[in-house]
């Protein structure tokens, strides 16, 4: 089973001026355009937050209009910066999947015989980091107990390790710790990936491996002044082949 990673795109409105030098609509059209052309072609995208920069009806209508050319259902976890109704009524989950929690919510589905994970750690559109509360917990980890057959892969805006940049580890997933010691209860998870720090980075923490995917927009630094840094941009190619899982990133 293949499937993209497209994270951070930061869109913004139509007319409104490219944001610290790099041109967030532009950018995902050049990773739509880039995704459209690679084969075999990913049979899904998940897009892990912060879809638009602001959230707002037109900023989301834009977002749509960009990505509407992929041919791939498209799968949205919620960021820091987006609205869960206005995402969720922009662009619907799967009408399969029954989301736990509203709107939006957090919920599992099966594609290509790999369970995905889709939770939410922005509940309260809060600003100092994420949090996964108990409840979530609770259904994570009945849902990775019911299902043990297809391996397992997370998805969650906030990251989980530390990516060694003061400012950005300091609006962490704040109960990552929390999180891994249900993963670790399961030992059909693969991988946790997560967006939120615009860079690619790798961890292992406890059994469980966690990964971080690049931004289309712009990357983030350490200088927290001027984190902007142009460079980098990409999203993620994933191959899942029984327990083995495999990354391609790829630059645009
Ligand atoms: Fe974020």
Request: net charge negative.
């Amino acid at each position: 089973m293949r499937f993209a990673i497209l994270s951070d795109a930061h869109i913004i409105s139509p007319g409104a001026a490219p944001q610290n030098g790099a041109d967030a609509r532009a950018n995902l059209g050049a990773a739509v355009r880039t995704l459209a052309g690679i084969r075999p072609a990913p049979q899904l995208v998940v897009h892990l937050g912060d879809q638009v920069s602001m959230p707002s009806p037109t900023a989301y209508a834009e977002f749509t209009r960009i990505t509407r050319d992929l041919t791939m259902p498209q799968v949205h976890v919620p960021g820091n910066h987006d609205d869960r109704a206005m995402l969720a009524q922009a662009l619907p989950l799967p009408s399969d999947v029954e989301p736990q929690g509203a709107p939006g919510g957090y919920y599992a589905l099966v594609r290509g015989g790999v369970q995905l994970v889709i939770l939410n750690s922005s509940p309260g559109g809060e600003v100092s980091g994420g949090w996964i509360d108990a409840e979530q917990l609770d259904w994570l980890d009945r849902t990775l107990a019911a299902r043990t057959r297809e391996p397992t892969v997370v998805f969650v805006h906030h990251h989980c390790h530390p990516v060694g940049i003061e400012w950005l580890d300091a609006v962490a997933l704040n109960n990552a710790t929390e999180l891994m010691a249900v993963l670790q209860r399961h030992d059909r998870v693969l991988r946790v990936f997560s967006g939120h720090v615009h860079r690619r980075t790798s961890a292992t923490v406890g059994g469980a491996s966690t990964e971080t995917a690049p931004s289309t927009w712009i990357t983030l630094g350490p200088d927290r002044a001027d984190p902007y840094v142009n460079a980098h941009q990409g999203f993620l190619v994933v191959d899942v082949n029984a327990d083995r899982l495999s990354i391609t990133e790829v630059s645009i």
